[in-house]
């Protein structure tokens, strides 16, 4: 097989000059029908057969698939798949009597067929209009041929077809009998009955002898004849086309003919004086009797008659004589003013050089020379000459009609053709209307036949695929070289996103099992318009990311789609950010307006509430918490918006924040409390204490506000902070207390208001209690699994960590011995004052 393969190779690739590969392409065009590729083959005889399949696509098929169209083909195609599934592969029992399409038995039949064709279609208006039975010469002629079209009635019970949906060749011996019955079967075969024997036993009724022209529907094999010598690259398209013009005239004028005598004898004898041939005169001789006249001499004189009267240049000495002569003369002369522009527009074609079958064949002679110019070889050159005869249909006209239609209504055009399938695609699900419409009018529609790669594994694709009709499968390459059947991919599916997207390699191959149309998006294109609606390329990510396995996720959230995807969105964070400083109200709704998110943050992690709860401005906080806005989000800094607007004096805003539940919360409240005393912001100090920040928040240091107060002399400070419910009992890293603070600067004014605080807070126990720490204390290691765990207790921070501990066992009945508290980073705590307010701690026997 290995050796086979390559010398076809080499027969392919090694052409130097045209005949060669046009002897080739004539094998091409004289076989029918496509080898029919089993997807469950092995790689290499996959191959094989692919080469073979390309290679034997005849003009036939060709010629079918335009006659039928490819709109019908897709209509339909759903009900062909059902009944292909039992008819693509030949039935055990009558295989042997099945017949190829590409049989060179068969071949040379249908070449047999056409000049029995020739003769019946020419006898035929012969044996109508000069015989009244046929003589036994030809009588036995004719028999002998409707006996050769009764042979080819039985053989075409047994040929082959290829389904024109699927490509897949149709070896069911019911199918095939059902789609001769269907097509010209009856047409067959009255033609092949004996009507010269049927009309002597009717009694020769004449009425009889019109079912004769049942057998001219043998002409198409004619013109079908003709039709594949046109695609023949190998003989000179004009002498076909001539020769094809003149026999079109010839057989006219000589059915004209016929028909003509046939007028002229079927009057009764007496009148037969009063007829176009009985009245002629040539000189002294008259034509009265012209049935005794040779059948020879009358035939000539049918033929001048119908020439001349076709060519309307008669001089009278040749008219029609009685009314049913004008009648068929009118209509015949009208007929030949249809038949001359008929001829007179195919030779003006071909002096111009314009027809379709002309343009292809030179093209196709100019792929010719470059396959063999560059020695492509003959895989290549079959692919080509494949696509080269499936392009050869309707469509390419239509092309070329909608390329002088304006913009907009091509628009039109591809969206109803194309949309339908573009919005049941998963990944462009969610996505708006407008996105779904620029993709509908910038896809490219492709059409591969079956047995073609789309993509192969390991490429990266820059084209994204939409099935609109057809089947296709996914197949992996494992490291054995072995294929593995993966999927199928049929109507609304898309394949190659993830390469597409990602510049990843693709995973699988895609291979066509049956005829398709595929929809075809470049990824610039792609790129321009997700420039645009750049809000729907979050949604196609997600699409993407959706049942896809880790390691993927990671390589398609690590590609630069997705940096290119979050480029406009951080653009236009900012620009709303801009306009949200700016107090732009207008500018700010209409950038919301297409599209862009009010919920996204800067860099800094700031969002436009932020800002405008900065600035004050009101008709922006109420426009944005319309919008769904989260109005407790925070910055890098930890800043929320009520935060900010407290901080700038805001209360308007402040006010509307807190109506939409904004809470104030700090990350670091005793840290930002502590600043602020430290800054002397004692405005700033009475809005935030006012919006419900508890005072006794602590910073790193465990200081509170009044640490900071009562250290710095900050009389009005500390009044407020105490005011607020500042506890002067707690104390700081060292073991000091505001008061203690307060001594050390000596400030006597602040040691007697913190005096005469903490004398009304020991006064009182409630508030003594309120500002007092609690902890909970939970019986396990904060390492110990989940399913070990224990339910905890609360308790209040007693002055020493021995007091903390010896009630911490007794509440929770630990195991005696001695026992230590960790923090929950597992931690020793040895000091009562690293406790902070509501902190988790866990109790542990020291072993």
Not at 499 to 512: D, E, G, K
């Amino acid at each position: 097989m290995k050796m086979n393969r390559e010398r076809r190779r080499g027969g392919g690739g090694t052409g130097d000059n045209d005949n060669d590969d046009d002897n080739r392409f004539e094998e091409d065009e004289e076989d029918h029908q496509l080898r029919d590729d089993d997807c469950r083959l092995s790689k290499s005889k996959w191959r094989m057969t692919r080469r073979r399949s390309l290679s034997l696509l005849g003009s036939d098929d060709v010629d079918q698939y335009i006659v039928g169209g490819l709109e019908r083909d897709f209509a339909i195609y759903a009900g062909a798949r059902s009944r292909l599934s039992s008819s693509s592969s030949p039935s055990s029992k009558f295989h042997r009597f099945l017949i190829r399409p590409d049989n060179r038995w068969y071949v040379t039949w249908t070449h047999l067929m056409v000049i029995f064709a020739v003769y019946s279609s020419f006898f035929t208006p012969f044996e109508f209009g000069f015989f009244r039975g046929l003589p036994e010469n030809l009588f036995l002629l004719d028999v002998a041929n409707q006996i050769a079209f009764f042979i080819d009635i039985i053989v075409h019970f047994f040929v082959v077809y290829r389904d024109h949906n699927s490509y897949h060749l149709v070896y069911n011996l019911n199918l095939i009998a059902l789609r001769y019955l269907k097509s010209r079967f009856f047409l067959d075969f009255f033609g092949c009955l004996p009507w010269d024997s049927i009309y002597k036993a009717c009694g020769k009724k004449e009425v009889v002898r019109y079912l004769l022209w049942i057998r001219l529907s043998r002409a198409c094999r004619v013109i079908e004849f003709f039709q594949k010598l046109e695609k023949n690259i190998r003989i000179n398209y004009l002498f076909i086309r001539i020769t094809k013009l003149i026999v079109v005239e010839l057989y006219c004028t000589h059915t004209a003919a016929c028909i003509f005598y046939y007028l002229a004898t079927t009057v009764p004898p007496e009148k037969e004086g009063y007829t176009w041939i009985g009245s002629l005169k040539l000189g002294d001789y008259s034509f009265s009797h012209f049935r005794e006249i040779n059948l020879w001499m009358r035939y000539t004189m049918s033929l001048y008659f119908a020439i001349v009267t076709m060519a309307t240049v008669g001089y009278g000495e040749i008219h029609a004589v009685n009314v049913r002569e004008m009648i068929f003369i009118m209509i015949y002369v009208s007929f030949d003013m249809i038949l001359g522009a008929y001829l007179i527009g195919n030779m003006t074609a071909l002096i111009v050089k314009g027809s379709k079958t002309e343009r292809f064949r030179d093209k196709m002679t100019d792929f010719i020379r470059y396959i063999n110019r560059n020695k492509l070889g003959k895989d290549i050159s079959d692919e080509i000459k494949g696509h080269m005869r499936l392009l050869y249909d309707n469509r390419c006209i239509e092309y070329a009609v909608l390329q002088d239609i304006p913009a907009s209504i091509r628009t039109k055009i591809s969206q109803k053709l194309y949309e339908p399938y573009i919005k049941e695609v998963l990944l462009f699900k969610g996505c708006s209307l407008g996105f779904i419409k620029q993709i509908a009018t910038r896809v490219h529609e492709e059409i591969f036949l079956p047995g073609e790669v789309v993509i192969e594994q390991g490429n990266v694709a820059d084209q994204l695929y939409i099935v609109c009709h057809g089947d296709l499968e996914e197949v992996g390459t494992g490291e054995d070289d072995e294929e593995k059947f993966l999927t199928h991919l049929h109507t609304y599916s898309s394949f190659g996103e993830a390469s597409f997207l990602c510049n990843t390699p693709q995973p699988y191959t895609i291979r066509v099992r049956e005829l398709c149309k595929l929809l075809r998006l470049d990824r610039q294109t792609f790129l321009e318009i997700i420039a645009i609606y750049f809000f729907d390329g979050r949604i196609i990510l997600n699409n993407l990311l959706e049942g896809k396995d880790s390691n993927l996720q990671s390589k398609i959230e690590e590609s630069d789609i997705t940096l290119y995807i979050g480029k406009p969105e951080s653009e236009l964070a900012t620009r709303l950010n801009c306009a949200a400083n700016d107090g732009d109200f207008y500018r700010l709704k209409c950038l919301v307006g297409v599209g862009a998110d009010p919920k996204k943050t800067d860099y800094d992690g700031r969002s436009p509430l932020h800002i405008a709860a900065s600035k004050g401005y009101e008709d922006i906080i109420h426009f944005l918490i319309e919008k769904g806005v989260d109005v407790n989000i925070s910055d890098n800094l930890g800043n929320t918006p009520l935060l900010e607007a407290i901080k700038n004096g805001h209360g308007r805003v402040a006010s509307a924040l807190v109506k939409a539940d904004a809470s104030l919360t700090i990350d670091d409240a005793g840290g930002f409390l502590c600043t602020t005393v430290a800054r002397r912001e004692l405005d700033l100090l009475k809005r935030v204490l006012a919006n419900g920040i508890n005072p006794n928040s602590k910073n790193y240091d465990y200081r509170t506000p009044l640490h900071v107060a009562a250290s710095e002399g900050l009389y009005s400070m500390a009044k407020l902070l105490i005011e607020a419910g500042a506890c002067v009992f707690s104390k700081d890293r060292w073991g000091n207390t505001p008061l203690d603070d307060a001594r050390i600067g000596g400030n006597k004014n602040m040691i007697k208001l913190l005096e005469v605080a903490r004398t009304s807070q020991m006064s009182c126990p409630k508030l003594d209690k309120m500002q007092r720490r609690k902890c909970t204390v939970f019986p396990y290691h904060p390492w110990d699994p989940k399913e070990e765990r224990r339910q905890g207790v609360v308790l209040w921070v007693p002055q020493t960590m021995d007091e903390l501990i010896n009630t911490a066992k007794e509440q929770l009945k630990h195991l005696a011995g001695s026992c230590l508290l960790l923090s929950e980073n597992g931690g020793k705590i040895i000091d009562i004052n690293m406790i902070s307010d509501d902190q988790m701690l866990f109790l542990v026997t020291e072993t």
